[in-house]
């Protein structure tokens, strides 16, 4: 076993002045212990990086505590169980945690839960069916509440959860316009997806013009993943009582000094608007309620998925700072290792 426990791991060893460079992250080897009574030893088989965890990256109050200097970043894993002295988990296990990006690793197996791979492909566990399609999913039916008919926007629409938000939003028969930072998401919004319309922001020289024709009756939903800008003309194209999940902020992650904008209180005020931040953690007592209609819909054909997957442990960093240059649809996902041949289980 002393083999199997080798083990890397990557640590963030600097706070990141605006786009994070290479050298704010370090690659380290070392080995991992042999798992205690109710714990597992894990291989790690695909890794989801993710927008918030640039903001953890900062010395600053957030709704989770930041990134400590020295030590593994932590975020979702997919593993496989190969030692286990815990009860409810056997080797060959597929199993999903928050834990760290690292090869191999040792989990209290309480803080994981069991993949069952007959649903849909294991990667979906950390996409559609794990914690992006569960952020769509509450953040739009719960604080957006659509309505046959409405019109939903939504920023960073080709990202993992926009593009569900979307998806969602057309079930339950809104008009649906996305926004996005390529030509080629545009065209997979409106062809694939059945977006009533899309807007590259990167090339539309009046973005507030586009929008104001692309919802031609005003805006009932804005779905903000990126705020900034974008976010400001949205506002402007507000209905009476429109709702607005506030879910990511990724136009501003990086940026050195902090931002000023318009004041969207009057706006908010005159169109006794609700604008609403969450984080999907707060819905974790209905995460099987969550889980069980999206894999509903996607088995029903009424939900589609895209997987950006990044070959390689060595290009976990390149395929983080992928996100922040739009590189990635749908997805981002690090492929680590092959599930063993395992057989199949009756």
């Known amino acids: 076993m002393a083999e199997a426990l080798a083990n890397k791991k990557i640590l963030l060893v600097k706070r990141p002045k605006g786009l994070p460079a290479k050298d704010d992250f370090k690659m380290v080897e070392g080995t991992v212990p042999e798992p205690k009574t109710g714990e597992v030893l894990v291989r790690t088989l695909y890794l989801s990086v993710d927008p918030y965890m640039r903001g953890r990256m900062n010395d600053q109050k957030s709704y989770v505590p930041p990134y400590?200097?020295?030590?593994?970043?932590?975020?979702?894993?997919?593993?496989?169980?190969?030692?286990?002295?815990?009860?409810?988990?056997?080797?060959?296990?597929?199993?999903?945690?928050?834990?760290?990006?690292?090869?191999?690793?040792?989990?209290?197996?309480?803080?994981?839960?069991?993949?069952?791979?007959?649903?849909?492909?294991?990667?979906?566990?950390?996409?559609?069916?794990?914690?992006?399609?569960?952020?769509?999913?509450?953040?739009?039916?719960?604080?957006?509440r659509p309505k046959p008919g409405e019109t939903v926007v939504v920023s960073g629409a080709a990202g993992a959860v926009g593009m569900t938000v979307g998806q969602i939003a057309k079930i339950k028969g809104c008009r649906v316009v996305g926004i996005a930072g390529s030509d080629r998401k545009i065209q997979y919004l409106l062809d694939e997806?059945?977006?009533?319309?899309?807007?590259?922001?990167?090339?539309?020289?009046?973005?507030?013009?586009?929008?104001?024709?692309?919802?031609?009756?005003g805006v009932d939903i804005y779905f903000d993943n990126v705020g900034g800008e974008i976010s400001d003309a949205v506002m402007r194209l507000l209905n009476p009582h429109a709702r607005i999940p506030v879910c990511g902020q990724i136009s501003l992650y990086n940026l050195e000094k902090a931002d000023i904008g318009p004041r969207i209180q009057p706006l908010l005020l005159i169109n006794k608007a609700l604008m609403k931040g969450f984080i999907v953690s707060d819905y974790a007592a209905r995460f099987d309620e969550g889980t069980n209609q999206l894999a509903e819909w996607l088995k029903q054909g009424k939900l589609k998925y895209e997987e950006n997957i990044v070959e390689g442990f060595e290009n976990t960093i390149d395929a983080f700072l992928g996100l922040f240059k739009g590189e990635n649809l749908g997805k981002q996902l690090v492929k680590v290792a092959e599930p063993s041949k395992r057989p199949v289980k009756e």
């Open 193 to 217: 997806l059945g977006f009533d319309a899309a807007i590259n922001y990167k090339t539309t020289k009046e973005l507030k013009k586009a929008l104001a024709e692309a919802c031609p009756e």
């Open 68 to 144: 400590p200097l020295n030590e593994v970043i932590t975020g979702g894993v997919i593993g496989e169980v190969i030692q286990s002295r815990a009860s409810e988990l056997d080797e060959g296990d597929l199993v999903i945690g928050n834990y760290g990006w690292q090869t191999m690793q040792t989990v209290d197996s309480a803080q994981l839960r069991k993949i069952d791979e007959t649903i849909a492909p294991v990667t979906t566990a950390l996409g559609i069916l794990g914690m992006t399609g569960l952020t769509a999913y509450f953040g739009l039916l719960d604080i957006g």
